[in-house]
């Protein structure tokens, strides 16, 4: 079985700093990794994807993501947070049968601070 | 290009009654459709899934149904609605083994 633990449930940083949101996984296969973000009452838009080409993947809005399989992780950073960064943040792991169900983590609220 | 619509964008219905909430997918032809439910400060929780027409699995004991009457079209439906039952209702479509699009949602609020 699959699953995903965001390591914090609430970040808060400083316009202008770094962010960096945690993801570990689990998966018996080789997996598809996901970020997306809510913004508040809205649907979910994908921030960028891992799907076993380059370990460093670059998203929309400046984010990235390295997926580093000896530590089973997927962090998504930013070097620079800007206040429209705020948002909720969920890392999803997909199930390459059947479907492809997504099996979400528990999401990253980030608050930016003026 | 495609795009998902879900409706209505936000309800209030009381307990016992019943629900449809609909989701329609334009741009593309059979696609894989979702239900997802999200509870307050909680995160997706996949319902049901389609991969055509009239093919529906559950994927949790619940409440709720779910049908595929056409291609592009979905619908979560409950005959009596519980206080459990509320929450972000998001619809998702992708292509096999594709990256999953997901629609605007619907808040329901069941009092």
């Known amino acids: 079985a699959q699953s995903v633990t965001q390591l914090d449930s609430h970040v808060s940083v400083s316009e202008g700093t770094p962010v960096l949101l945690r993801c570990n996984y689990s998966s018996s296969y080789s997996p598809s990794l996901f970020w997306y973000v809510q913004h508040p009452n809205k649907g979910l838009q994908l921030l960028l994807k891992y799907t076993s080409a380059a370990t460093l993947v670059k998203g929309i809005n400046g984010f990235e993501a390295e997926f580093k399989k000896s530590e089973t992780s997927f962090h998504l950073t930013k070097p620079s947070a800007h206040m429209s960064d705020a948002a909720e943040y969920f890392c999803?792991?997909?199930?390459?049968?059947?479907?492809?169900?997504?099996?979400f983590g528990q999401g990253t609220r980030l608050t930016i601070n003026p | 290009s495609q795009t998902i619509h879900q409706w209505p964008a936000t309800l209030v219905q009381p307990v016992g009654s019943p629900l449809s909430l609909e989701c329609t997918v334009e741009g593309t032809s059979n696609p894989n459709l979702y239900w997802y439910r999200q509870a307050a400060g909680r995160g997706l929780q996949l319902l049901f899934y389609s991969v055509g027409i009239g093919q529906i699995s559950s994927e949790v004991p619940q409440n709720l149904s779910a049908s595929r009457p056409q291609d592009r079209q979905f619908i979560l439906s409950s005959k009596k609605l519980l206080l459990s039952d509320s929450g972000f209702y998001l619809c998702a479509w992708n292509r096999v083994a594709e990256t999953q699009y997901f629609g605007p949602g619907t808040r329901l609020l069941v009092l």
């Open positions: 999803v792991v997909s199930d390459p049968q059947g479907a492809q169900k997504l099996v």
